[in-house]
Protein backbone atom coordinates (compact mmCIF):
# COMPACT_ATOMS: atom_id res chain seq x y z
CA UNK A 1 0.00 0.00 0.00
CA UNK A 2 1.06 3.29 -0.97
CA UNK A 3 2.27 6.01 2.08
CA UNK A 4 0.08 9.40 1.79
CA UNK A 5 1.95 12.74 2.55
CA UNK A 6 0.47 15.56 3.43
CA UNK A 7 2.42 19.13 3.77
CA UNK A 8 1.14 22.70 2.91
CA UNK A 9 2.73 23.77 -0.16
CA UNK A 10 1.90 26.77 -1.67
CA UNK A 11 -0.97 27.37 -4.32
CA UNK A 12 1.32 28.53 -7.23
CA UNK A 13 3.58 25.83 -6.54
CA UNK A 14 1.28 22.75 -6.37
CA UNK A 15 -0.78 24.28 -9.38
CA UNK A 16 3.18 24.00 -11.63
CA UNK A 17 3.82 20.48 -10.03
CA UNK A 18 0.50 19.78 -11.41
CA UNK A 19 0.96 21.47 -14.78
CA UNK A 20 4.68 19.67 -15.65
CA UNK A 21 2.84 16.35 -14.94
CA UNK A 22 0.09 16.72 -17.09
CA UNK A 23 2.07 17.95 -20.04
CA UNK A 24 4.61 15.46 -19.80
CA UNK A 25 2.06 12.70 -19.53
CA UNK A 26 0.09 14.54 -22.65
CA UNK A 27 3.47 14.24 -24.65
CA UNK A 28 3.64 10.18 -23.81
CA UNK A 29 0.32 10.25 -25.07
CA UNK A 30 1.35 11.90 -28.06
CA UNK A 31 3.88 10.03 -28.86
CA UNK A 32 2.09 6.62 -29.00
CA UNK A 33 -0.87 7.56 -30.87
CA UNK A 34 -0.91 8.42 -34.42
CA UNK A 35 -2.59 12.18 -34.95
CA UNK A 36 -5.70 13.06 -36.73
CA UNK A 37 -4.44 15.28 -38.91
CA UNK A 38 -1.95 12.85 -40.11
CA UNK A 39 -4.45 9.89 -40.88
CA UNK A 40 -6.42 12.93 -42.82
CA UNK A 41 -3.90 13.67 -45.01
CA UNK A 42 -2.25 9.78 -46.04
CA UNK A 43 -5.96 8.98 -47.27
CA UNK A 44 -8.15 10.89 -49.77
CA UNK A 45 -12.01 11.01 -50.72
CA UNK A 46 -13.48 10.16 -53.93
CA UNK A 47 -14.42 13.65 -54.28
CA UNK A 48 -10.76 14.76 -52.83
CA UNK A 49 -9.47 12.50 -55.30
CA UNK A 50 -11.09 13.37 -58.52
CA UNK A 51 -11.13 17.27 -58.03
CA UNK A 52 -7.72 16.79 -57.85
CA UNK A 53 -6.99 14.68 -60.75
CA UNK A 54 -9.98 17.14 -62.27
CA UNK A 55 -12.31 13.52 -63.18
CA UNK A 56 -15.75 12.92 -63.06
CA UNK A 57 -16.78 10.35 -59.94
CA UNK A 58 -17.71 8.22 -62.72
CA UNK A 59 -14.03 8.31 -64.78
CA UNK A 60 -13.13 7.60 -61.19
CA UNK A 61 -14.96 5.06 -60.81
CA UNK A 62 -13.95 3.59 -64.28
CA UNK A 63 -9.82 3.94 -62.97
CA UNK A 64 -10.95 2.04 -59.84
CA UNK A 65 -12.67 -1.13 -61.46
CA UNK A 66 -9.88 -1.63 -64.01
CA UNK A 67 -7.36 -1.34 -61.62
CA UNK A 68 -5.64 2.27 -62.74
CA UNK A 69 -6.31 3.59 -59.01
CA UNK A 70 -6.66 1.21 -56.38
CA UNK A 71 -9.65 1.85 -53.64
CA UNK A 72 -9.60 0.72 -49.81
CA UNK A 73 -13.41 0.53 -48.18
CA UNK A 74 -14.24 1.37 -45.16
CA UNK A 75 -18.00 0.61 -43.65
CA UNK A 76 -19.66 2.65 -46.64
CA UNK A 77 -16.37 5.28 -47.91
CA UNK A 78 -13.49 4.38 -50.50
CA UNK A 79 -10.31 6.24 -49.47
CA UNK A 80 -7.42 6.70 -52.18
CA UNK A 81 -4.09 6.59 -50.38
CA UNK A 82 -2.43 10.29 -51.32
CA UNK A 83 1.22 8.72 -52.27
CA UNK A 84 -0.58 6.00 -54.68
CA UNK A 85 -2.70 8.59 -56.57
CA UNK A 86 0.53 10.77 -57.09
CA UNK A 87 2.35 7.52 -58.37
CA UNK A 88 -0.66 6.94 -60.61
CA UNK A 89 0.19 10.37 -62.72
CA UNK A 90 3.38 9.11 -64.83
CA UNK A 91 4.70 11.70 -67.72
CA UNK A 92 3.62 10.85 -70.93
CA UNK A 93 6.90 10.03 -72.87
CA UNK A 94 6.45 11.36 -76.90
CA UNK A 95 8.90 12.01 -79.67
CA UNK A 96 6.16 14.04 -81.27
CA UNK A 97 7.37 17.46 -79.32
CA UNK A 98 11.08 16.07 -78.31
CA UNK A 99 12.56 19.39 -80.18
CA UNK A 100 10.44 22.41 -78.85
CA UNK A 101 10.71 23.93 -75.36
Known amino acids: M ?5 HSTQLKDFRSLIG ?3 AEKLQEFK ?3 PSPTK ?13 LLRISLSTLHYYTKN ?3 RGYRIGGRILYKK ?8 EIQS ?3 KGRV
Request: net charge negative.
Open 2 to 6: ETIIL
Open 20 to 22: DVV
Open 31 to 33: KGE
Open 39 to 51: LKDDYLTRKEVSH
Open 67 to 69: GIL
Open 83 to 90: VEVQNAVM
Open 95 to 97: TKY
